[in-house]
């Protein structure tokens, strides 16, 4: 009986560590891509993005060097556990609680690289160093009233993209008179209608900060 | 020797902290800038803000967020919304009082209101419990004053941009209507 429960409990584990670095990499992809949504005022639950996405998303916070340098010395923590001699009990699950607060403290660690880093992403799009893309709108759509501002925009130069996904093309138009501030979010369906536009503000770093026209 | 080592480090400490109380105190000083608004910039973008100078065909506009910038006049429609009514870039933003208003400059209101000489980019600046007038500050004087502004509220006729702190720091007051920016030139819609 006693031999059977262990045996429960090592594939328990087992599945869980198995589970764990996918969850983390799943985990620090949303973090990023709802941060970076996040900063053009984009509710995470209004966009449909693929697991396969999401994932390659991931990399971008998990490359920062503090996450490195983090997950390094949790390794290290696991390793040297697994080195310790026969302890009693006790001591032995002070040590796994404490290497589970250091893991804990990684999703923390992955959460705050994912701002950062969408921060960075989102003025890049704000100071328009990002791609600029001209969708082709749908024939029956260019009588709409967000069409005249979108044609302008497109005119001007100064449409961005936000982030293309299968079912939206989320973009933003740079006002001309403070383009790092101040501008319209156009998003167009995959039929090439302007689903909604919103205007947008950034918090610019200060006064004198530089903007690209 | 050391008793006197100890009483020139505490004559030291309170001088110091007398110099930075009274730095703090003269950053406390907020200005009244005499404007004209709030307008929209056309386009649709939904820039709201005010006029605080004016040149020959242009003006120096304050947008609610963001550094001032200069726009043709005939970009701008006058608008009754507040620089509450548009989009913000904090979802949290301060909870600022009109009740922290600057009771000294805005006894200047009626000094104001009742001389039509008084034109837009006038600025009042408070000096202990004398106020100065600038009647032509540089740039740089409006933009350093501007800059410190975390967040614009209305109260009443007067728009007073508050600090970080939540203190104000710049009040932004009609200029006399006899001064005002004509109807004829701000943007005209085209049919």
Not at chain 1, 132 to 144: C, F, G, W, Y
Not at chain 2, 1 to 13: E, W
Not at chain 2, 75 to 88: H, I, N, P, S, V
Not at chain 2, 166 to 178: L, M, Q, S, T
Request: net charge neutral; charged share 20%.
């Amino acid at each position: 009986m006693g031999e059977a429960n262990s045996t429960v409990r090592a594939a328990l584990v087992d599945a869980v560590v198995a589970a764990l670095p996918v969850a983390v990499v799943y985990f620090s992809g949303w973090a990023y891509l709802s941060s970076y949504l996040g900063e053009f005022g984009i509710d995470a639950t209004q966009v449909e993005v693929a697991f396969s996405t999401v994932l390659v998303y991931a990399f971008i916070p998990l490359q920062n060097w503090k996450v490195l340098a983090y997950f390094t010395l949790l390794a290290a923590l696991v390793y040297a556990l697994t080195l310790v001699p026969e302890v009693p009990a006790w001591r032995k699950n002070l040590l796994n609680l404490v290497a589970g607060f250091f893991a804990l403290g990684l999703l923390f660690l992955v959460s705050w690289a994912a701002k950062e880093d969408a921060y960075e992403m989102a003025t890049y799009v704000w100071k328009g160093e990002k791609s600029q893309t001209v969708p082709v709108l749908s024939a029956a759509d260019q009588s709409k009233p967000p069409y005249p501002q979108f044609k302008a925009c497109i005119d001007r130069r100064q449409v961005r993209q936000i982030i293309g996904l299968p079912e939206q093309l989320f973009l933003l138009c740079r006002s001309p008179e403070s383009p790092c501030v101040y501008g319209t979010m156009i998003v167009v369906g995959k039929d090439g209608t302007i689903i909604y536009t919103a205007n947008r503000v950034r918090k610019p770093e200060n006064d004198n900060e530089n903007c690209p026209k | 020797m050391t008793m006197r080592i100890a009483r020139n480090s505490i004559a030291a400490v309170a001088i110091g902290l007398i110099g930075a109380g009274a730095a703090l105190a003269q950053e406390e000083f907020a200005k009244l800038v005499v404007g004209d608004g709030p307008f929209e910039v056309s386009g649709n973008n939904g820039i709201f803000g005010f006029v605080i100078a004016r040149k020959t065909s242009t003006v120096t506009f304050k947008p609610c967020h963001g550094p001032t910038f200069e726009i043709e006049t005939n970009k701008l429609k006058r608008t009754t919304l507040k620089c509450e009514d548009g989009a913000a870039p904090n979802p949290h933003p301060l909870n600022v009082s009109c009740a922290y208003a600057n009771t000294i400059l805005l006894a200047q209101i009626p000094k104001i209101e009742s001389s039509n000489s008084v034109a837009i980019g006038t600025v009042y600046e408070e000096n202990g419990k004398n106020v100065t007038v600038v009647d032509k500050p540089s740039p740089k004087l409006i933009s350093d004053t501007f800059s410190k502004v975390a967040q614009f509220k209305a109260c009443g006729d007067v728009t007073i941009g508050f600090g970080t702190t939540g203190a104000p720091v710049v009040n932004v007051v009609p200029v006399p209507i006899a001064n005002q920016i004509k109807m004829e030139e701000l943007y005209k819609e085209t049919k």
